[in-house]
């Protein structure tokens, strides 16, 4: 699978941002998508994943009411809107994307997008 992503940019504490991924290249059946975070200097975390046919979203605490990932099946795109953003949402987000269930550590993923920068000032 290939992962285009978009979206990132800079916004206020508080305020909103979507980000984008498209994918192509095979059949999505059977794949769950995921964004993933990276801070400077720290690992790469889970944000949330959904299996892009059936549904079922996954989130990390840390974002669970405030993020909210989607996907529109006929243009093979998930999305990941972000409300109620704080300084500490700021980092570069990835998408992926696995054969199978949602998971949750990277070294699960088989496919990644290039990052989008997002940054959230006070």
């Known amino acids: 699978v290939q992962l285009q992503a978009s979206g990132g940019g800079l916004v206020q504490a508080g305020g909103s941002l979507r980000l984008s991924c498209a994918a192509s290249?095979?059949?999505?059946?059977?794949?769950?998508m995921g964004w993933f975070r990276q801070d400077s200097g720290k690992e790469r975390v889970f944000v949330a994943a959904?299996?892009?046919?059936?549904?079922?979203?996954t989130y990390a605490d840390s974002v669970r009411g405030r993020f909210t990932i989607s996907r529109e099946i006929a243009e093979g795109t998930v999305y990941l809107q972000m409300n109620s953003l704080k300084t500490e949402d700021t980092a570069v987000y990835y998408c992926?994307?696995?054969?199978?269930?949602?998971?949750?550590?990277?070294?699960?993923?088989?496919?990644w997008g290039q990052g989008t920068q997002v940054t959230v000032s006070s």
């Open positions: 992926a994307a696995r054969e199978g269930p949602s998971r949750r550590y990277q070294s699960e993923y088989d496919s």
């Open positions: 290249g095979r059949n999505l059946v059977g794949i769950t």
């Open positions: 959904i299996d892009f046919i059936g549904g079922c979203p």
